[in-house]
T-cell receptor, first 112, second 112 residues
Framework: DAGITQSPRYKITETGRQVTLMCHQT?????MFWYRQDLGHGLRLIYY???????DKGEVPDGYVVSRSKTENFPLTLESATRSQTSVYFC???????????FGPGTRLTVT | QKEVEQNSGPLSVPEGAIASLNCTYS??????FFWYRQYSGKSPELIMS????GDKEDGRFTAQLNKASQYVSLLIRDSQPSDSATYLC????????????FGTGTKLQVIP
């Protein structure tokens, strides 16, 4: 049972390029989340999804796009990467609102 | 804005001692409370969930919740060097976009 996986684990890209971070979970959890973690800020919610085809903005959504056509996948796209988007990105899933969240291993993204 | 406050530390304790980690939250209607452990360079790992006032014990870990004081704590008995990590407090609610709000974490150092 793989649980929740993210790919790639490490990514270096240039300013202005489009980047997609992938997230896949095998638990059939309804909720999925994208966070970024930066020193001094902790975990900040970018977007979340309550079910397939239902997504909503979190605390820091600007510059990011998400989709969820299947329950198990929740990709995060940076449409035009900026240096301020250099961060560690975590995907998480949970069975319901306000429930325990389980995190993927993270993607370390560097924008040069 | 829902807030979860933690002392950033580092909190240093000798091996074998009790480590006490504290967290306060601002949203009175919060219903679920979690402690995560995050090793450096790794993703957050859920270690405790608590939903009712009082204590909940799991091995060397005890979570304590006081909703009236809006306070949740984590006690680690017989602390080991392997417990050295950052501990994130998280608070969940039903409704609103921020289903679970994370604190910025307390860094724990267990000195051999």
């Amino acid at each position: 049972d793989a649980g929740i996986t993210q790919s790639p684990r490490y990514k270096i890209t240039e300013t202005g390029r489009q980047v997609t971070l992938m997230c896949h979970q095998t638990w059939s959890h309804s909720y999925m989340f994208w966070y970024r973690q930066d020193l001094g800020h902790g975990l900040r919610l970018i977007y979340y999804s309550a079910a397939a085809d239902i997504t909503d903005k979190g605390e820091v959504p600007d510059g990011y796009v998400v989709s969820r056509s299947k329950t198990e996948n929740f990709p995060l796209t940076l449409e035009s990467a900026t240096r301020s988007q250099t961060s560690v990105y975590f995907c998480a899933s949970s069975v319901g609102e306000g429930s325990e969240q389980y995190f993927g291993p993270g993607t370390r993204l560097t924008v040069t | 804005q829902k807030e979860v406050e933690q002392n950033s530390g580092p909190l240093s304790v000798p091996e074998g001692a009790i480590a006490s980690l504290n967290c306060t939250y601002s949203d009175r209607v919060s219903q679920s409370f979690f402690w995560y452990r995050q090793y450096s360079g790794k993703s957050p790992e859920l270690i405790m969930s608590i939903y009712s006032n009082g204590d909940k014990e799991d091995g060397r870990f005890t979570a304590q919740l006081n909703k009236a004081s809006q306070y949740v704590s984590l006690l680690i008995r017989d602390s080991q060097p392997s417990d050295s990590a950052t501990y994130l407090c998280a608070v969940g609610t039903i409704g609103g976009y921020q289903k679970v709000t994370f604190g910025t974490g307390t860094k724990l150092q267990v000195i051999p």
